[in-house]
């Protein structure tokens, strides 16, 4: 059979669910074979194994860290060569579309991005996309070369499928790229504890209508009391009431929960980019015009101030 | 010495605007007007920053698209931009990221740069790769999704705010960057600038100019196939309730019936 090539995003050894996702597309094409790298790197089989990976390649070296992105490629080209897969599948972050782009036109293929779904057809893997802020649907495939596809979060279902998941090491020899663009400095982001905004079941947000940084703890709230992680608009950020990498929308995550709930949020278009591939909306508003309206399975015109406590209240009652 | 810069700037259907798909499954571009790609405005005002701040510094403005791409071009040489570079070619109809990566490497070669700065990602197709991918072919570092950046002595420095951390990144020119929209609101073209931009030139590359064949390219060319599109269903109406004191609790029924408490 046929092996996949599945490139793995983790960290520190602890692999994100989208590549867990992955395992579940690549077992629809064939054999999963991971790609882990850096520190960590052998950690991950384990997980990868439970979840259908037969092979797991490895390879640890301070380039990944101390570089961008290129160190990578160079990896990620390494497997190719070594496995031939009939198609390589990586995450859809800001830096596995990259990866894969390059990894494409250095071996002469079609780059297919940001897919949420993936079949086997008789011309190779045909990918849903959504196209112009999710209003449109369509499907593709790469049409020359080894199919290269990057997958966004909550494409497929993480399955346990449980595989040898022999660890490999994998040979690398670094291009002369590899050191082009040196890592200074790192700040990681400070764990909230809340779930991961691209990974979470339930999204709340809020928008321009929360009114300042101090009153986001009532988003927060809500967000708590339903185990959700907090979502923001453009409007909120740029006003600086809540963090960049909690945006949600064109130029900041896409996110696609089962539940989303937006506060004080209009549903411009760019915002709508991010969300609009939710299973169930619901918004508060105080303009029974706002757009956001258009989308919602439920929606209620009211001030937030007022809305979002009671209901806040109301979850963690029945809760008990 | 003086600094070339060039700034790769994509015409794109408005996205407030009704866009579809034409029947070939390319974007139409009939329908909808057409705009300079709003997150390229925040690379042409980058570039005009590091313009400021060098000793001597020209700004190229380059755009692969079809006639009315030249909009696109003379609203960044509004905003300040020295020059303009249109490639244009019936054959480039349906190019996809490869190809169009692979035409934007030709021009920027042929143009001379030492620094290229690019938008964090198209508004129609935000694939967001075409910058990394400039920087694979021209085989010079990628510093992308900067969120701040300067160049000082042939090093570019920048801030990329990436999903674990936030990285200062920093690379030898010449190189291609890629800022995002956190990197400060762009300008906007003053009438000067406007009147200005009129007497900018605007010179027109066809496939010949760079050494390209019409099969490399265009929706013949293309190794990626779209073989349907099909609008989403819009959403069924909701239930839509005002509040009057109960809010809050009719929501929680809401969703106590949806299973989610
Ligand atoms: C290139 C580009 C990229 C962009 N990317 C993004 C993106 O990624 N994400 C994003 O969100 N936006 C993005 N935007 C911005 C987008 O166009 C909107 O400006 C933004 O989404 C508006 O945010 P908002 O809905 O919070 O604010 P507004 O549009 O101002 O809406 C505020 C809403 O709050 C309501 N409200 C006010 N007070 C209350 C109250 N007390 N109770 C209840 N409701 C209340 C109002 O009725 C209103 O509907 C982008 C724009 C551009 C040009
Ligand atoms: C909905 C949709 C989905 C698509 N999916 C795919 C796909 O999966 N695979 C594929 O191969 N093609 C795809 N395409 C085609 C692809 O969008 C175009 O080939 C496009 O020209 C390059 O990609 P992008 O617009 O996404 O650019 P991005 O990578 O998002 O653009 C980043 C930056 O590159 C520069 N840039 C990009 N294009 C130009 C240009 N023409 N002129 C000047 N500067 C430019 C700009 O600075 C821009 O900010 C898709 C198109 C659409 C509309």
Known sequence: ?320 | MSLRIVVTVKYVPDATGDRHFAEDLTVDRDDVDGLLSELDEYAVEQALQIADEADDAEITVLTVGPEDAKDALRKALSMGADKAVHVEDDDLHGTDIVGTSLVLAKAIEKAGFDLVVCGMASTDGTAGVVPALLAERLGVPQVTLLSEVSVEDGVVKGRRDGDTASEQVEASLPAVVSVTDQSGEARYPSFKGIMAAKKKPVESWDLSDLGLEADEVGLAGAWTVVDAAAERPARSAGTIVKDEGEGGKQLAEFLAGQKFI
Do not use: C
């Open chain 1, 1 to 320: 059979m046929a092996e996949v090539l599945v490139y793995v995003d983790h960290v520190d050894g602890a692999v994100r669910k989208p590549t867990l996702e992955l395992l579940t597309l690549a077992r629809r094409l064939g054999e999963p074979v991971a790609l882990a790298l850096g520190a960590g790197a052998a950690d991950t089989a384990a997980a990868l194994a439970e979840h259908g990976a037969t092979r797991v390649l490895t390879h640890d070296a301070a380039e990944y860290a101390d570089y961008l992105v290129v160190p990578k490629v160079d990896a990620l080209q390494a497997a190719y060569e070594a496995v031939s897969p009939a198609a390589v599948l990586v995450p859809s972050s800001a830096e596995g579309k990259e990866i894969a782009a390059r990894l494409a036109v250095r071996v002469g293929s079609g780059v297919i991005t940001d897919a949420t779904d993936l079949q086997a057809g008789e011309q190779g893997p045909v990918a849903t996309q959504s196209a112009f802020a999710a209003s449109f649907t369509t499907t593709s495939r790469v049409a020359k070369g080894t199919p290269v596809i990057t997958v966004k979060p909550n494409s497929a279902p993480v399955e346990s499928a449980p595989a040898a998941g022999t660890v490999e090491a994998l040979a690398v020899s670094f291009s002369e790229q590899a050191t082009g663009t040196k890592v200074t400095a790192r700040t990681p982001r400070a764990s909230t504890g809340r779930p991961d905004l691209t990974e979470a079941a339930i999204v709340v947000s809020g928008g321009r209508g929360v009114n300042g940084a101090e009153n986001f703890g009532i988003i927060e709230a809500l967000a708590d009391s339903l185990g959700a992680a907090v979502g923001a608009s453009r409007a909120a950020v740029d006003a600086g009431w809540y963090p960049h990498s909690n945006q949600v929308g064109q130029t900041g995550k896409s996110v696609s929960p089962q539940l989303y709930i937006a506060n004080g949020i209009s549903g411009a278009i760019q915002h709508r980019a991010g969300m609009q591939t939710s299973k169930t909306i619901v918004a508060v508003n105080k303009d029974a015009e706002a757009p956001i309206f258009d989308l919602v399975d439920y929606g209620v015109v009211g001030d937030l101030f007022d809305v979002v406590p009671q209901l806040t209240e109301e979850v963690n009652t029945r809760k008990g």
